[in-house]
Structure formats: structure tokens, C-alpha cells
């Protein structure tokens, strides 16, 4: 659904830490923004990234145009789905 907007996934580091899933860098933002949680009360677990990595996604996306790409994607599946008033 949203494989053209995200970065290809690179190649496996073979030194530090291993780069989290879109998806779940996604799940976490959206998280954050629906019930306007702190950053530090971010959920904790498998399917979530950690705060550090979801805020460097988010600056990243912020400045290279795809978090508007993503929020336009959004809002066009909630308008399809008359989830949107």
C-alpha cells in the first residue's frame, strides 16, 4: 500500500544496530499522533521502533517530502473508505 513512498530497505550492516521496518516505524508514528502520547510513553515490543528511531524517520521524511506523500496517501484511504467526515 505504501511500498512506492518508503526507501528501498538496504543491504544488512554488518556493525550496529539493524535498520527497523517501515512498517513498523509507520504503526509508531501514527501511534504518537492519534493519542498524542510523549514520546518517551511509546510502546515497547516487536512490532513497534523505538523512539529514537521513529524521531530520525520522521526528520528524515519531514525534509525529504514523504511524510506528506504519506499523509496525502492516508487521507485518500480514508476518504475511499467514507471514513472521513
Known sequence: MFDDIFPKPREKREQGMPHSSFRYVLKTLLYLLITGCR????????????????HRWLKRWQLDGRLEAL????LGIGQEKRLIN
Open 39 to 54: 514520546w518517551c510513553d511509546v510502546p515497547k515490543g516487536e512490532i513497534w521502533t523505538s523512539k529514537s528511531s521513529a
Open 71 to 74: 499523509q496525502a496517501r492516508i
